[in-house]
T-cell receptor
Framework: SQTIHQWPATLVQPVGSPLSLECTVE??????LYWYRQAAGRGLQLLFY??????ISSEVPQNLSASRPQDRQFILSSKKLLLSDSGFYLC????????????FGEGSRLTVL | KQEVTQIPAALSVPEGENLVLNCSFT??????LQWFRQDPGKGLTSLLL?????REQTSGRLNASLDKSSGRSTLYIAASQPGDSATYLC?????????FGPGTRLSVLP
């Protein structure tokens, strides 16, 4: 069966520090991968999605970047965090085709101080 | 513009009641509609997926229906329990992008 792992679960970082959140999917090949952010009291905001290695689309201009060094690994990064980067970050995957069922990781809570 | 709304924003019911959560989408050209549950501080758990060609899906006490022509989906929860307390989100899939509703926060009181 397929599983998705996301870490770290909780992170407290000072403004201006770097960020790296990692996500790994097991039990499937060539998944579509997504990074979402969920701010308090707001809906899910799509940040990046990837249909393959080195094929990444950015949905909103921001202080963040994403990379996909391996088929089932998706990394969210920042060189210098801002206060506004605080939030709950969720990684997700879906298979190919029109079934489009989406599966989420447990999330990473980022607090920037 | 593709948008998804959910009504009500919050709902509080006594244990044992049957309840209905509503999801509306502006663009009816969906491939599927998915319902999720989110517990505080956790990721989203998939509950039910309804393909565009289907009318409903059932899993245990949950039943989700889909009416593409009217742009609506409902999630029916039978005999609610305190453990059902969570935020419920729906998402419309349009081939590559998912559009999420803001969620309904459900509290089931013992």
């Amino acid at each position: 069966s397929q599983t998705i792992h996301q870490w770290p679960a909780t992170l407290v970082q000072p403004v201006g520090s770097p960020l790296s959140l990692e996500c790994t999917v097991e039990g499937t090949s060539n998944p579509n991968l997504y990074w979402y952010r969920q701010a308090a009291g707001r809906g899910l905001q799509l940040l990046f999605y990837s249909i393959g290695i080195d094929q990444i689309s950015s949905e909103v201009p921001q202080n963040l970047s994403a990379s996909r060094p391996q088929d089932r690994q998706f990394i969210l990064s920042s060189k210098k965090l801002l206060l506004s980067d605080s939030g709950f970050y969720l990684c997700a995957w879906s298979g190919w085709g029109h079934t489009g069922e989406l599966f989420f990781g447990e999330g990473s809570r980022l607090t920037v101080l | 513009k593709q948008e998804v709304t959910q009504i009500p924003a919050a709902l509080s019911v006594p244990e044992g009641e049957n309840l209905v959560l509503n999801c509306s989408f502006t663009d009816s050209a969906i491939y599927n509609l998915q319902w999720f549950r989110q517990d505080p501080g956790k990721g989203l758990t998939s509950l039910l997926l309804i393909q565009s060609s289907q009318r409903e899906q059932t899993s245990g006490r949950l039943n989700a229906s889909l009416d593409k022509s009217s742009g609506r989906s409902t999630l029916y929860i039978a005999a609610s329990q305190p453990g059902d307390s969570a935020t419920y989100l729906c998402a419309a899939f349009y081939g590559q992008n998912f559009v999420f509703g803001p969620g309904t926060r459900l509290s089931v009181l013992p």
